[in-house]
């Protein structure tokens, strides 16, 4: 085996399957755990993880360190471990961002972590934490991106992106922006079919022209009613990844205003049981009469057939 002892930071809800998965296969999955919550210490226990007593021991037993934090932490966690390696010495370390972090945080902290010897590989996670070995994927980049194909043998499934670091950072976003882009068309050409007292019919002529489209995003877009500002910022990552590589972005803005529209609703609460409680229609039936893109007093004016060729 390649890698005989994983290290991973941290145990979250993603980490937690990784070690779910790694320590069935035989892997010992390592952490440190000293600063982070109850819950991550007890997910830890839970799964049979071992808790080293510092990071420089982590830095010193792993064969492969695995950063799966919330995106704004992959920095310091980068950082972190940058400081134990260059304290100890070790010129052999692989280490995998696999966070939705952006391409240009991903260069930043490979710049952090090539610069005394760690071999960086950039990723991402496609798939939902429980589906980590039912059909999640884990896309990565870089010079040492192959290395990683060996996690398939534990249970994984890895693609190779691209040589270069950033790649996979990068594709996640592109991704994101179709997912997105999909809720937030779906969303404001459903506000125009209520308007316009076709939903019924615009619901049923999508589907007999793009057939099983909108089922794959409807629990998506019931969930916007939660997360529609946090998609919204995902936009705007967007539109950053694309100036900063010298490219514009016209529909990533435009979709941000939608999913900001239904963010200044704030019917987040509306449910008690969660997110996705609650279907298509009865979210749209919410947006609707919150007033949701009308935005102006003669909008419901309209609302009977009017004259479209
Ligand atoms: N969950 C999914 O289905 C899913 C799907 C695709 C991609 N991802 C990606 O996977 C990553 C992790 O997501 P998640 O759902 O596992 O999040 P999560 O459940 O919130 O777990 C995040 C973990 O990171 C730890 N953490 C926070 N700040 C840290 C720091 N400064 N140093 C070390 N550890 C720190 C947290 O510890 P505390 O408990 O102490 O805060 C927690 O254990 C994200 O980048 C996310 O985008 C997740």
Redesign the pocket.
Known sequence: MAFQRIAI???????YHWARILTSRGVEVLTYAK???E??RKRAETIGVKCLPSMNRLVRDADLIVS????F?AK??ASKVAKATAKLGRKDLLYLD???ISPMTADEIAKTLTAIGVNFVDGC?????AKMDKGAVVYVSGPQAARMQELDSYGLSVKVLGPKVSQASAFKVVYAGLTKGLQGLFVELFMGAKNFGLLDEILQRYEESFPGLLEKVTSSIVALRIHAGRRAEEMDELKRTFNHYGMDAFMAPAVKKVLQSIAALEIGKASETGARDGDLLGTVELFFQKGLLQNSSNARATSASPSVG
Do not use: K
């Open positions: 930071l941290s145990i979250g809800e993603m980490g600063d982070r919550s819950t991550t799966i934090v919330v995106p932490a310091r966690v696999a966070n939705a996670i496609i798939g939902s934490a």
